[in-house]
């Protein structure tokens, strides 16, 4: 009997302690990481893997998971340099790189974040006035996201990035901000409808310039074409007259060659002074030189006509 209580007892003890050992084997899943106390003080950070904790003794304070947070913070109500009370909301991206700082370096981390940023933000929108604070988002981000890295670097956490979400100004700056933003539209509409009507002038002057330029330029080698056919004409005239002359002082030098092959008479010679001299007098001349030999062959003409007539009266 005794033998069988003590079997029991055997077996009880290894179900208990398998039991335990079970119970207290813990699976560490990605990204994530265990903070681990023993008898109530720091004792490691268990990473990826499979851990066995010690039963009674050791204690799994925090589980912390090392992926990237967002935290979407609410409006936070600032004053701009020219007293301008206005809403600003904020995202921070933030993610923890030491489990161990961050599970015991402040009580609060998300709180702590929170108000670090609303105060650092107040600080930076109270150097800026109105338009610099709506023009120069870049710049706050960068700002705050440097100081909440530093003073978050104790809590084990890296500030990746900071984005301003919103920034909304009062209603009546609005409708201000509105106004003078539709002025600078009708302005800017003004001013590119006065360039351009500046350019389409300039042009259609231009293409007036060049309409004219080139008119004047079609007329001047219109004169200049005329001219050239002009003188053209007169030259092939005047050598059409000189190849005339020429011909006729051939003609003249071939005709008293001729006749003067022929070996012409006195009398011949005569006569052709003769023809000439009644081609001469045919009626327009006023003043007719008459050469004494041709005087004398009138005369002898004369002479042989009256023995002709006396010899037909006998």
């Known amino acids: 009997m005794d033998s069988i209580i003590s079997t029991l007892a055997i077996i009880l003890l290894i179900v208990i302690a398998i ?38 003794i050791d204690k799994i304070a925090r589980k912390v998971s090392l992926k ?84 978050t ?3 084990g956490i890296k500030i990746n990035r900071v984005e301003v979400k919103n920034i909304l100004p009062p209603k009546d700056i609005q409708q201000a901000m509105e106004k003078q933003m539709r002025a600078e539209r009708e302005k800017r509409e003004a001013i590119l409808r006065a360039e351009g009507e500046k350019t389409a002038a300039i042009l259609i002057a231009e293409g007036n310039k060049q309409s004219v330029i080139l008119t004047a330029e079609a007329n001047k080698e219109s004169v200049i074409l005329a001219a050239e056919a002009k003188r053209e004409a007169q030259i092939r ?15 003249t030098a071939d005709g008293i060659k001729m006749l003067v092959e022929s070996d012409p008479t006195q009398q011949v010679i005569a006569l052709k002074s003769l023809d000439a001299f009644t081609a001469a007098a045919d009626g327009k001349a006023t003043k007719i030189i008459i050469p004494s030999q ?13 023995l002709i007539k006396g010899e037909g009266k006998e």
Not at 87 to 101: N, R, S
Not at 294 to 306: D, N
């Open 19 to 56: 039991f335990l050992v079970v119970t207290n084997i813990r699976i560490v899943p990605q990204a994530r990481a265990f903070v681990v106390e023993r008898l109530g003080a720091y004792h490691a950070t268990w990473q990826v893997g499979l851990h066995i904790k010690i039963p009674l």
């Open 68 to 151: 990237e947070h967002v935290i979407d913070f609410p409006p936070q109500p600032v004053i701009t340099k020219d007293n301008v009370t206005m809403e600003i909301d904020t995202v921070i991206y933030f993610q923890i790189t030491d489990p161990k700082l961050y599970a015991y370096g402040v009580e609060n981390p998300m709180g702590a974040i929170e108000n670090l940023s609303a105060t650092t933000l107040r600080n930076i929108i109270g150097d800026l006035e109105l338009d610099q604070s709506l023009t120069s988002r870049e710049h706050i981000n960068t700002k705050i996201r440097l100081v909440l890295d530093e003073a």
């Open 153 to 155: 670097d104790p809590w």
């Open 237 to 251: 005239e005047a050598e059409g007259q000189s190849e005339a002359i020429l011909l006729v002082q051939r003609a």
């Open 294 to 306: 041709i005087q004398g062959l009138a005369g002898l003409a004369t002479s042989l006509t009256e």
